[in-house]
């Protein structure tokens, strides 16, 4: 599929899309530095089977959207402790995302947001409440540092990235570190993730975009209160054996988020397995046919 460009905040967004322009309006956003490729598109063609315009996106820093090599990365560290600023943050983020829904001629649409991108819906959510018909979250949080933190040992594995000299260190590296947190309930599916791998190397390789984007997290807000006051419909799913974002972060949503609806997977990681592919498709048409009643 060949993807589309547009300018969104000022940044040129790349994206594609899946089924029927006068489906419902559906937007994918995806987690730290990881392509819009990594939304399967078996899942997408689901969710386009159930009526619904599905779009996804490259991230700004990641893929085929506008890099900002121009801005240095500060230690996420030193931002998480407030010593350092970010190059942008999560807001700026979201703007991307809200002008992604203006330039496709959508006044609003139902979001859904996985890790990072979980992040981004919720403030898109919160920034523009109106745009966003319902909200699935999915292996995400609150921002809170109370809760949904990683597992010691995998912060720091993840902090300490090794160098990359060439493609095949490159997928190699990112087979890797799926394996560390993937789903340990679900057959690990290493000739998918090579593949997604190799093809997101071979679509933009940019370590710096990654580490921007990570300092943008860790300058994240607790944004629980401000869930607390929206009335949005909501589903949040999360593995119950996420090592990345512990199934705290999940329930914290849940509990913050006003009608929502809790799945916690057994045997799910930070990852979308093959085999939940079409519950994930399911839980999500049946949200968005609730909020599309409602309105």
Request: contains cysteine; charged residues 20%.
């Amino acid at each position: 599929m060949q993807p589309q460009r547009t300018t969104a905040n000022g940044i040129e967004i790349a994206y594609e899309s899946f089924g029927s322009a006068d489906g419902v309006p559906l937007l994918l956003v995806m987690g730290l530095g990881t392509q819009m490729i990594a939304w399967p598109d078996q899942l997408c063609a689901d969710l386009a089977a159930g009526g619904h315009h599905v779009v996804r996106f490259d991230n700004r820093d990641i893929g085929l959207s506008e890099h900002l090599r121009g801005r240095t990365a500060p230690n996420p560290l030193a931002v998480a402790a407030r010593r350092a600023a970010p190059p942008y943050t999560l807001s700026d983020m979201a703007d991307d995302a809200l002008g992604l829904l203006s330039a496709l001629g959508w006044e609003s649409a139902h979001v859904v947001g996985a890790s990072m991108g979980g992040f981004i819906a919720q403030t898109m959510a919160i920034r523009a409440p109106s745009r966003v018909r319902s909200l699935t979250l999915i292996m995400t949080s609150t921002g809170s540092r109370r809760v949904g933190n990683p597992k010691p040992a995998m912060a720091r594995r993840l902090l300490r990235r090794r160098p990359v000299v060439d493609r095949d260190s490159a997928v190699a590296l990112s087979v890797e570190v799926m394996r560390s947190i993937g789903s340990p309930g679900y057959e690990f599916d290493e000739e998918f993730l090579t593949d997604l791998a190799r093809r997101s190397y071979d679509r933009a390789y940019d370590p710096g975009g990654y580490l921007r984007q990570l300092a943008a997290i860790s300058a994240q807000p607790d944004r629980t209160a401000d869930l607390r006051r929206l009335t949005i419909p909501a589903l949040v799913m999360h593995g119950l054996s996420d090592p990345l974002v512990a199934p705290s972060g999940g329930l914290a949503l849940a509990k913050a988020l006003r009608g929502s609806t809790f799945v916690g997977f057994p045997g799910m990681g930070h990852d979308l397995p093959r085999e939940l592919w079409g519950r994930y498709a399911e839980a999500i048409g049946l949200l968005t046919a609730r909020a599309e009643s409602r309105r």
